[in-house]
């Protein structure tokens, strides 16, 4: 993951784009790239997996960066955000079933 960390932010730095990465413009970015991602499935469930694979690396870079931007591990809050899931989503009451924690 380090290397992919580096590569981008090599990329943004290359081009001075940093600038432009404040939280507020970076979840817009993050927005507009999901909706993105979410158009190749707007017509039913056959997609282009090429193409929905570059709009989901979209995302992920977008994340990245704003994780980045806030000064955050990414790794420590998925894990932290994962221990809040498997609370909220015990085995017993959630395997197998796409309910919301509050109605398990």
């Known amino acids: 993951m380090e290397e992919i960390l580096e590569r981008i932010r090599k990329f943004r730095d290359?081009?001075?784009?940093?600038?432009?990465?404040?939280?507020?413009n970076l979840a817009k970015s993050i927005n507009i790239e999901a909706g993105e991602l979410l158009e190749h499935f707007q017509w039913g469930?056959?997609?282009?997996?090429?193409m929905?694979?570059?709009?989901?690396?979209?995302?992920?870079?977008?994340?990245?960066?704003?994780a980045d931007a806030l000064g955050v591990d990414y790794k420590e809050i998925i894990m932290n955000k994962m221990s809040k899931n498997e609370n909220k989503y015990p085995v017993e009451k959630a395997r197998g079933t796409s309910k919301k924690y509050t109605e398990l």
């Open 14 to 24: 290359d081009r001075d784009f940093k600038q432009f990465h404040s939280p507020e």
């Open 45 to 50: 469930n056959e997609f282009n997996k090429e």
């Open 52 to 66: 929905v694979g570059e709009e989901l690396a979209d995302v992920i870079v977008y994340c990245l960066f704003m």
